[in-house]
């Protein structure tokens, strides 16, 4: 696996390189978008590759399931934009989150985990990869605990339904684990995910979750060691896939929270002598 996160240095492809470098990534999240001057994304794809640093994914993040339909329309375009530059430059995967009908983009909405919402991301993702037909790249769907796909299982009822091999897997796990089930189970979750998913698998983020005690439920995103989810299993079975295969850290306030995230996956990865993270 190659163990990635951001990196703000971008002033230019060898500044960019040398802080990836220089924080152990070998693998990066894409820093422009499509409408990046093109000679600028061309330079930092090629100084990525003589460095051996992985794109590991162009983000999309939009709602293509807006209830607005300029919204809907506009998110749609963008995400066909953003496919056809992760294809252009070779990153693994082009990803986004399904949507939402609700109006913030990534809220839950009581329609979001209906037939007709089901239905409606599978004709949206085939009219985004139809009008791109990637040779190179995969537009993923990344999970989400309140709209599809939420589970292994309805992420291969959608892989079916869409029927397009440049549809493949961004796994999250951290965005499935959505009850007390999943979260004291979550070895044997992750065991699940991976059997069913684990060929179709471009790119991973790394997070982690912690149940907190007050009433009802609440399940809060923390940095990878702070939280319950079983890092050894998580990367026992990343280690099964390809060896490229990225793992991005994400959502973190500081460096320093970056630095801590990235030494804890190490140090697990250095337990179950898993080279190279």
């Given at each position: 696996m190659r163990l990635g996160g951001p990196c703000n240095s971008k002033d230019s492809p060898e500044s960019w390189v040398a802080e990836l470098k220089r924080l152990g990534y070998r693998a990066a999240i894409f820093p422009f978008k499509h409408d990046a001057d093109r000679e600028t994304s061309h330079a930092f794809a090629k100084a990525a590759e003589e460095a051996d640093i992985l794109l590991a994914e162009v983000g999309a993040w939009s709602n293509p399931m807006s209830p607005d339909d300029n919204e809907r329309k506009q998110a749609i375009s963008f995400c066909q934009e953003q496919l056809a530059l992760a294809d252009e430059i070779g990153a693994r995967c082009c990803v986004n989150i399904a949507g939402s009908r609700g109006h913030r983009w990534d809220g839950p909405h009581p329609e979001n985990l209906s037939q007709d919402m089901f239905a409606l991301i599978v004709e949206t993702t085939q009219q985004i990869i139809d009008a791109v037909k990637p040779k190179r790249s995969f537009y993923c769907?990344?999970?989400?605990?309140?709209?599809?796909?939420?589970?292994?299982?309805?992420?291969?009822?959608?892989?079916?339904?869409?029927?397009?091999?440049?549809?493949?897997?961004?796994?999250?796990?951290?965005?499935?684990?959505?009850?007390?089930?999943?979260?004291?189970?979550?070895?044997?979750?992750?065991?699940?995910?991976?059997?069913?998913?684990?060929?179709?698998?471009?790119?991973?983020?790394?997070?982690?979750?912690?149940?907190?005690?007050?009433?009802?439920?609440?399940?809060?995103?923390?940095?990878?060691?702070?939280?319950?989810?079983?890092?050894?299993?998580?990367?026992?079975?990343?280690?099964?896939?390809?060896?490229?295969?990225?793992?991005?850290?994400?959502?973190?306030?500081?460096?320093?929270?970056?630095?801590?995230?990235?030494?804890?996956?190490?140090?697990?990865?250095?337990?179950?002598?898993?080279?190279?993270?």
């Open positions: 769907l990344e999970s989400m605990p309140w709209v599809f796909p939420d589970s292994p299982e309805s992420y291969l009822d959608l892989l079916k339904a869409i029927d397009r091999p440049a549809c493949s897997v961004h796994f999250d796990p951290v965005n499935m684990i959505s009850s007390p089930q999943r979260y004291f189970r979550n070895a044997d979750f992750l065991r699940e995910c991976f059997r069913l998913l684990g060929p179709q698998i471009k790119s991973c983020h790394a997070k982690d979750i912690k149940l907190q005690k007050e009433l009802t439920v609440h399940l809060d995103e923390v940095r990878p060691g702070q939280g319950f989810l079983d890092y050894e299993v998580f990367l026992n079975e990343l280690n099964k896939l390809d060896p490229d295969t990225p793992l991005i850290i994400e959502h973190l306030p500081n460096d320093e929270e970056y630095r801590l995230a990235a030494e804890h996956i190490r140090d697990v990865a250095k337990r179950l002598t898993i080279p190279g993270v």
